[in-house]
């Protein structure tokens, strides 16, 4: 199965402080995308990064890549409480995104 | 910006009815999608629809649901005979020929 999955299932944090999650895959892979979903709403794709690539940065995102261990990890740092939500990372297999059970994150204030 | 569109929003129905959720994709997308999640759990894939027709579909995706593209913008899942397990949010997606897929805000399903 092509399926990343998330880990922690759960991560609880203060304002300002980072957030790291990481997601760990089975299969070999084109690219891997992070995605967002707030509650009870669609997913938001957040950033891709490629197999080539190590690490990719956007915004507050930080993304890296080990295609050698076949895991990803997802920082955000500077946590706010509108990050709060829950993040899917999502590989490819025949042009079907895919995805993991994901990680809930609450941020507080 | 362009986004993809679902209705209705929430929709409650008896067992055995049939529904039909719909979706409107992003106008030049090739790829379209349905998804579904179950309260609390994961985002569960149910069919992919490319050139139009089924191009993948999981065990779920059983004989109780169809979907359709019937006008070239429309994008539909009917299931046949709903169940109490059916109830779920149903998530449509669609995609360039490029990795990003754009989701729709879902229909919560509701089978009473």
């Known amino acids: 199965s092509q399926q990343g999955e998330e880990d922690p299932q759960a991560l609880s944090i203060q304002e300002g402080e980072n957030a790291t999650m990481n997601c760990s895959y089975k299969?070999?892979?084109?690219?891997l995308q992070w995605y967002r979903q707030n509650s009870g709403r669609g997913l938001v794709h957040l950033i891709l990064i490629r197999s080539n690539e190590r690490e990719k940065h956007s915004g507050r995102l930080r993304v890296t890549l080990d295609t050698s261990k076949k895991s990803s990890s997802l920082l955000i740092t500077a946590s706010r409480a509108a990050d709060t939500a829950s993040y899917f990372c999502a590989t490819e297999g025949s042009y079907i995104p895919t995805f993991g059970r994901g990680t809930s994150l609450i941020v507080h204030p | 910006e362009p986004e993809v569109t679902q209705t209705p929003s929430h929709q409650v129905t008896q067992m055995g009815q049939e529904v039909i959720l719909r979706c409107v994709p992003i106008s030049n997308h090739l790829y379209f999608y349905w998804y579904r999640q179950i309260l609390g759990q994961k985002v569960e894939f149910l069919v992919s629809?490319?050139?139009?027709?089924?191009?993948?579909k999981s065990e779920i995706f059983d004989d109780q649901f169809s979907v359709e593209r019937p006008d070239g913008s429309n994008f539909t899942l009917k299931i046949r005979s709903t169940k109490l397990e059916d109830s779920a949010m149903y998530f449509c997606a669609s995609k360039e020929d490029s990795p990003e897929a754009f989701f729709g805000q879902g229909t919560r399903l509701t089978v009473v």
């Open positions: 299969t070999s892979i084109n690219n």
């Open positions: 629809f490319y050139n139009n027709e089924i191009s993948e």
